[in-house]
């Protein structure tokens, strides 16, 4: 019952929202976010931390005012989320948005001989999947299911009606494989915490638990890996659909390492499009929560010294 009140009132914040403008929606998104930043504490200090070790030459000044706006982008996407079926059609998406150095991704999704297309949380990386899905492309994304089943299958269902086709990430290896090989793109959002059976890869000069299974399905596959972002402009409802990084599977034949050159440099162009707009991001992401086996036993070893 809890979770059934809970769809319909989130069905009720949609019939508010499509009555109002985009900007009049996002500048109460940003008026909440403000709000879940200074209510938040246990949120705000974890991006505070986060900011203070990836940006060590930065004042706090810039930490707070960039944790903050990370806040409001984190609520300004989940406005976005809420209009855009509502307001992004193929008539008119040029209102909305623009691609840069994506031309060649286009074409090899088109080319039908299998990708795989990685982003992070960061913007609003579901506008991705919306466009291609819209516009006919043949592309998977890997999702979890929301714990709210009414909510899961609503929004769910709004994704698969506009052409996105969605796998359940658990229990979701094979059914990849399978994707990959009939010759479709899969998308990933690749910056999850992957725990201690993850590889550990550099993430803004610290230690950071990435899953191999991204690195050993392009392998195994031999298929190409795009990274990329959809960065939002001027805290409006536009943004900009950027390729960072084509990673060919030339580039790592012969490496005594493929599989941490993949996770590497994949991660790196992950790196490089957030620091173009760190504000950008969800720094209160637990993206370094698992630590490396050393530093783990380094700090055991200190506390039984203590």
Not at 71 to 81: G, P, S, Y
Not at 227 to 232: F, K, Q, S, Y
Not at 285 to 300: I, N, Y
Request: glycine content about 6%.
């Amino acid at each position: 019952m809890r979770d059934y009140l809970l769809y319909i009132m989130l069905r009720a914040v949609v019939v508010i929202v499509n009555v109002f403008p985009p900007d009049t929606n996002l500048r109460t998104a940003r008026w909440l976010g403000r709000l879940l930043w200074k209510h938040y504490g246990r949120g705000r200090q974890r991006a505070i931390e986060n900011l203070r070790a990836s940006f060590p030459d930065k004042d706090e000044q810039w930490v707070n005012e960039t944790g903050r706006k990370s806040f409001e982008n984190l609520v300004m996407l989940t406005m976005d989320i809420l209009m855009t079926p509502r307001i992004v059609r193929k008539d008119n998406w040029r209102k909305y948005c623009t691609f840069a150095n994506a031309e060649r991704v286009k074409w090899m999704i088109k080319e039908h001989k299998g990708m795989l297309l990685l982003t992070a949380h960061y913007g609003n990386f579901e506008l991705v999947g919306y466009m291609l899905g819209m516009f006919g492309f043949d592309i998977y994304s890997v999702a979890r299911p929301l714990d709210n089943r009414f909510v899961n299958d609503y929004l769910f269902g709004i994704r698969q009606r506009k052409g996105q086709k969605l796998i359940i990430k658990k229990g979701a290896s094979s059914m990849m494989e399978d994707v990959v090989a009939e010759g479709a793109a899969l998308g990933f959002i690749a910056d999850q915490d992957a725990g201690k059976k993850g590889i550990f890869v550099d993430f803004f000069g610290r230690k950071a638990s990435t899953y191999k299974s991204i690195g050993l399905l392009a392998m195994m596959r031999n298929v190409p890996i795009g990274v990329g972002c959809c960065r939002r402009v001027d805290s409006r409802f536009f943004f900009s659909i950027e390729v960072e990084r084509i990673i060919m599977p030339e580039e790592w034949a012969g490496k005594p390492d493929a599989l941490q050159w993949v996770s590497q440099e994949y991660t790196s162009a992950i790196e490089s499009f957030i620091r173009k707009d760190p504000a950008q991001y969800w720094w209160l992401h637990r993206r370094w929560k698992t630590r490396p086996r050393s530093e783990r036993q380094a700090a055991e070893e200190h506390a039984v010294a203590r």
